[in-house]
C-alpha cells in the first residue's frame, strides 16, 4: 500500500481499523491519549443498565414514562415504567404493597439524608429523594412520604419510584440524580406521565 507523506501521520493510527475489535479499541485509546480526549464506550453488558441520551437543559423537567400496570384496579396496583434522570433512561416499579403506585402528575424532588433504610438498598447501595405530597384521585387522598430509592427487597414499592437494577445500575442512576439536583440547584421537577 503506498502513503502519501502528507497523510503518514494519519496512516499509522489508521491502517489496521478493520484488523480486530482489540486493535481497534486499543488505536482509539492511543489516539484519545495524544489529543487529550477520552474515548467512552457504548457497551452496555447488564439489560437493567441505563441507556444513555442527551442530558436535559437547567430547568427542564425530568419525566417518569408508565408504560404498564399489574394487579391493575387493585388497591395495591403497582406501575412499571422509566424514568431519565442525566441522559440516563432507567426503569422503576411504583406501587405492589399498600396504597399502590403513585399518581400521574407533577412532583418537586430534593435529597434526602438518610439513605439507608430498609428495602431500600441493592447490593449495599441506597439512597432517597424525596417528592412532594400529592392527592391521588385513585384513593381520594393525599398521598405523603413518597421517594425515589433501589427497589429492594420484595419488587415493588408502597407508592414510592422504585429503582429497578444491580449495584452498577443504582451507583450509577444515584450519580446521575446528583448530577441533576446540582445543575437545578438542589430541586427539579419530575413529571409522571
Given at each position: 500500500?503506498?502513503?502519501?507523506?502528507?497523510?503518514h501521520?494519519?496512516?499509522?493510527?489508521?491502517q489496521?481499523?478493520?484488523s480486530?475489535t482489540?486493535r481497534?479499541a486499543?488505536t482509539k485509546s492511543?489516539?484519545?491519549?495524544?489529543?487529550?480526549?477520552?474515548?467512552?464506550?457504548s457497551f452496555?453488558?447488564?439489560?437493567?443498565?441505563?441507556t444513555?441520551?442527551?442530558?436535559?437543559a437547567?430547568?427542564?423537567?425530568?419525566?417518569?414514562?408508565?408504560?404498564?400496570?399489574?394487579?391493575?384496579?387493585?388497591?395495591?396496583?403497582?406501575?412499571?415504567?422509566t424514568i431519565?434522570?442525566?441522559?440516563?433512561?432507567?426503569?422503576?416499579?411504583?406501587?405492589?404493597?399498600?396504597r399502590?403506585?403513585?399518581?400521574?402528575?407533577?412532583y418537586?424532588v430534593?435529597?434526602?439524608?438518610?439513605k439507608?433504610?430498609k428495602?431500600?438498598?441493592?447490593?449495599?447501595v441506597?439512597?432517597?429523594y424525596g417528592?412532594?405530597?400529592?392527592?391521588d384521585?385513585?384513593l381520594?387522598?393525599?398521598?405523603?412520604?413518597?421517594?425515589?430509592?433501589?427497589?429492594?427487597g420484595?419488587?415493588?414499592?408502597?407508592?414510592?419510584?422504585?429503582?429497578?437494577?444491580?449495584?452498577?445500575?443504582q451507583?450509577q442512576?444515584?450519580?446521575d440524580?446528583n448530577?441533576?439536583?446540582?445543575?437545578?440547584?438542589?430541586h427539579?421537577?419530575?413529571?409522571?406521565?
Open positions: 500500500m503506498s502513503v502519501s507523506s502528507s497523510s501521520t494519519n496512516h499509522t493510527s489508521t489496521h481499523s478493520h480486530s482489540t481497534s486499543t492511543k489516539t484519545s491519549k495524544a489529543t487529550g480526549h477520552s474515548a467512552k464506550s452496555q453488558p447488564h439489560a437493567a443498565r441505563a444513555k441520551h442527551a442530558p436535559k437547567k430547568g427542564a423537567t425530568v419525566v417518569a414514562h408508565i408504560t404498564s400496570y399489574a394487579k391493575k384496579g387493585q388497591r395495591s396496583q403497582m406501575a412499571l415504567g431519565t434522570v442525566n441522559g440516563r433512561t432507567y426503569h422503576f416499579k411504583s406501587g405492589g404493597h399498600a399502590g403506585n403513585l399518581p400521574k402528575g407533577s418537586t430534593t435529597a434526602m439524608k438518610n439507608n433504610q428495602g431500600m438498598v441493592v447490593d449495599g441506597g439512597y432517597k417528592l412532594t405530597d400529592t392527592f384521585p385513585r381520594n387522598a393525599t398521598r405523603t412520604s413518597l421517594r425515589i430509592h433501589p427497589d429492594g420484595s419488587p415493588g414499592t408502597s407508592g414510592c419510584i422504585g429503582i429497578s437494577g444491580d449495584g452498577a445500575t451507583r442512576f444515584q450519580a440524580m448530577a441533576e439536583l446540582a445543575r437545578d440547584g438542589g427539579f421537577t419530575l413529571s409522571v406521565e
